[in-house]
């Protein structure tokens, strides 16, 4: 038997992965899409459905990016909606930590966590920019040193309010007076089925591993490589003792592509196209600018990247994660650049990539069975480069294989999203 594959979908939109000029690509607004997915990914036996979720439209030197979802429905109540057409299948939303309070966000989850029967789960993040906070009466501005700070106790809070109720079903007062948050009175519902919502975190700065280790169930991270990821495995999982925790108490589930063929030579043919139409000649000049921190419209984008170097204090993006050392990533472009002999759009392609399972059906199963084998995750979140149906392939004829080889269930044995995970339930704290 092999080590369990843990699968789980992802509903893209804020980012450059769909391939919104294919005829393929439906609405990411329609209910219906979001349905098809789901049972996709149900009928395949994931673990959950993540949601991703954009607080403000991205700009780019004052203009809407234009590989924003514009209209994305809040991600809780479409969550809410979809557990009425899905009897396993975990739903996960992501919900800022930074812009929401304890009590409100969680009555949402736990009231997800009973409509669903114990499949509710909280991908929790934090913002520090005040263009997003731009929204919200308080400014939202945070320090991004007080980020993670606010996030743990926050999170903190939300266990208290989840463990106010005794498991027999008996309402206690709770009180919670902090640097954050002071708060106090009774919570609205009982112990949910599963103790509390499962929670993911995505950070991978020192203090967000830390904050992974100390509190998170599951944890999204980009470490895709094989050797990325078992260091990153080994750093995350070396951390969790010192919270009394054990290895299995987190998943380390990294976001990866996958393209099929009938042939190796087919399926890397097929990838080499997908990322010509996810890297457009304006998207390249975009991402390029984005790095550079200056209009670069008049470049060609098949021709050589620029001499200078960039602007760190730019304003140009807005509402985007900051690269955090842009001239080291305009260093790493040019030498990548000048050793390969590549044009702007070439150099994007090659350097903006998620990590890729590319192959037949049955060279990407094995592959993923051996990622998980040698410590470098326990499981992926797929992103597929077309919505809605883009997760059909996969269903159909990579996980048999995984089953084939003992590294994914044939049937859910339980009903909560903890038990598809093999996450104990939380200690009740009353």
């Known amino acids: 038997m092999s080590r369990p594959v843990h699968l789980a979908a992802h509903f893209p939109g804020v980012n450059s992965t769909t391939v919104w000029s294919d005829p393929a690509s439906g609405s990411h607004i329609d209910f219906s899409s979001f349905e098809r997915l789901a049972r996709t990914a149900e009928r395949g036996l994931f673990d959950f459905f993540f949601l991703a979720e954009g607080l403000r439209p991205r700009e780019h030197k004052g203009r809407i990016h234009d590989l924003d979802v514009v209209g994305r429905p809040e991600s809780l109540t479409v969550l809410a909606a979809l557990a009425a057409v899905t009897e396993r299948l975990g739903l996960a939303a992501t919900v800022n930590a930074t812009f929401n309070e304890p009590f409100e966000l969680a009555r949402r989850f736990a009231a997800l966590d009973h409509l669903s029967a114990g499949r509710a789960a909280w991908n929790i993040v934090t913002t520090s920019d005040a263009f997003t906070g731009a929204n919200f009466r308080r400014g939202g501005y945070l320090d991004r040193a007080d980020r993670y700070t606010r996030a743990a106790e926050f999170l903190a809070t939300?266990?208290?309010?989840?463990?106010?109720?005794?498991?027999?079903?008996?309402?206690?007062?709770?009180?919670?007076?902090?640097?954050?948050?002071?708060?106090?009175?009774?919570?609205?519902?009982?112990r949910s089925p599963q103790g509390h919502p499962v929670v993911i975190q995505a950070g991978d700065s020192p203090e967000g591993r830390e904050f992974a280790a100390s509190a998170a169930d599951v944890v999204f991270t980009r470490h895709g490589t094989p050797e990325a990821g078992r260091a990153f495995y080994a750093d995350v999982k070396g951390r969790l003792a010192a919270y009394g925790r054990s290895p299995d108490d987190l998943k380390i589930m990294p976001g990866v592509t996958f393209v099929l063929g009938d042939t190796a030579a087919e399926a890397q043919e097929k990838a080499a196209g997908i990322r010509r139409r996810q890297v457009s000649p304006q998207n390249a000049i975009l991402a390029l600018e984005q790095v550079w921190g200056v209009d670069l419209s008049s470049y060609d984008p098949d021709g050589p990247l620029p001499a200078f170097d960039p602007d760190p204090s730019s304003e140009l993006a807005q509402g985007r994660v900051r690269i955090a050392d842009p001239l080291a990533v305009a260093r790493k472009w040019r030498a990548l650049s000048e050793a390969k002999g590549l044009s702007i759009r070439q150099t994007v392609i090659e350097t903006t990539a998620r990590q890729s399972f590319i192959g037949t059906a049955r060279s990407v199963a094995r592959e993923m069975a051996e990622f998980v084998r040698v410590g470098a995750a326990d499981g992926f979140i797929l992103v597929p480069h077309l919505t809605p149906g883009g997760l059909d392939d996969f269903v159909d004829q990579v996980v048999p294989l995984l089953q084939e080889r003992g590294a994914h269930r044939t049937e859910y044995r339980g009903a909560t999203l903890r038990s598809h995970l093999g996450l104990r339930e939380p200690v009740w704290k009353g």
């Open 158 to 190: 939300a266990r208290q309010l989840w463990d106010s109720w005794t498991p027999e079903g008996r309402a206690r007062p709770f009180a919670h007076h902090g640097e954050h948050f002071d708060v106090e009175g009774e919570f609205t519902a009982p």
